[in-house]
């Protein structure tokens, strides 16, 4: 079943935070982040393993909740070039089915 | 090296007609993805090659569609008697190793543009 990411659309001034979530009815085994630009095909950001480790990215960080049924990404002290389309990727569980989530579009303005 | 080459980037067809979209994958990569997006929209999963072999083919929306990869490296996702409705973008996806979500994340080409008219 497809991860329900919120919030859909966040507009941020340069220089301030946000946070995106990712939400799924089971456990996540691990979760991909992407982000797409306009017009362009989606790029990998930054992986939260199982067990909490992260690799990928300097200003971008994850986590899981409690029970490992949200993971949320932090950006922070955003950059223009941070705007685009994020999306989670991950498992379908029982399946093998690699997913991505509903997305969370992201515009940061000047 | 060369990441995943999508052909053709842009398709204009007839409604009724086929079409062929082919992938070539990073070398070496073991697993192969297709997605759709239409315009605006998310991510739907269509199917996933490990080697050869499409474990499961259930997200092909309906039997026009079809996928197929040979030698382990190219894969042709068809699409028959292709309705309006079909027109999207068309994204291929490679990873080193199949369960791409242990550390093996996905590495997307361009997209094919479908168009039907």
């Known amino acids: 079943q497809q991860p329900v990411q919120s919030p859909q659309a966040v507009i941020l001034r340069e220089g301030e935070d946000a946070v995106i979530n990712c939400s799924s009815s089971?456990?996540?085994?691990?979760v991909h982040w992407y982000r797409q630009k306009h017009g362009e095909a989606p790029v990998f950001l930054m992986i939260?393993?199982?067990?909490?480790e992260q690799k990928g990215h300097e200003k971008i960080s994850a986590s899981f909740n409690e029970k490992k049924q949200q993971s949320s990404l932090y950006l922070t002290a955003s950059q223009l070039s941070y705007s685009g389309t994020y999306f989670c990727?991950?498992?379908?569980?029982?399946?093998?089915?690699?997913?991505f989530g509903t997305g969370t579009r992201l515009k940061v303005l000047a | 090296g060369a990441g995943v080459s999508q052909s053709p980037s842009n398709k204009v067809t007839e409604k009724g007609k086929d079409v062929e979209l082919r992938c070539d994958p990073i070398?070496?990569?073991?697993?192969l993805y297709w997605y759709r997006q239409s315009l605006g929209q998310g991510l739907e999963f269509l199917i996933y090659?490990?080697?050869?072999?499409?474990?499961?083919k259930s997200g092909l929306p309906s039997d026009r569609f079809s996928a197929e990869r040979t030698g382990g490296s190219v894969s042709t996702l068809t699409i028959q008697r292709t309705q309006q409705e079909d027109s999207a973008v068309y994204l291929c996806?490679?990873?080193?190793?199949?369960?791409?979500?242990?550390?093996?994340?996905?590495?997307f080409g361009n997209g094919t543009r479908l168009t039907v008219t």
């Open positions: 939260l393993l199982k067990g909490g």
């Open positions: 990727g991950t498992e379908d569980s029982g399946t093998y089915k690699y997913i």
């Open positions: 996806a490679s990873s080193l190793n199949f369960r791409a979500i242990e550390d093996s994340p996905l590495h």
């Open positions: 090659f490990q080697g050869n072999s499409a474990p499961d």
């Open positions: 089971k456990a996540l085994y691990s």
């Open positions: 070398s070496g990569h073991t697993a």
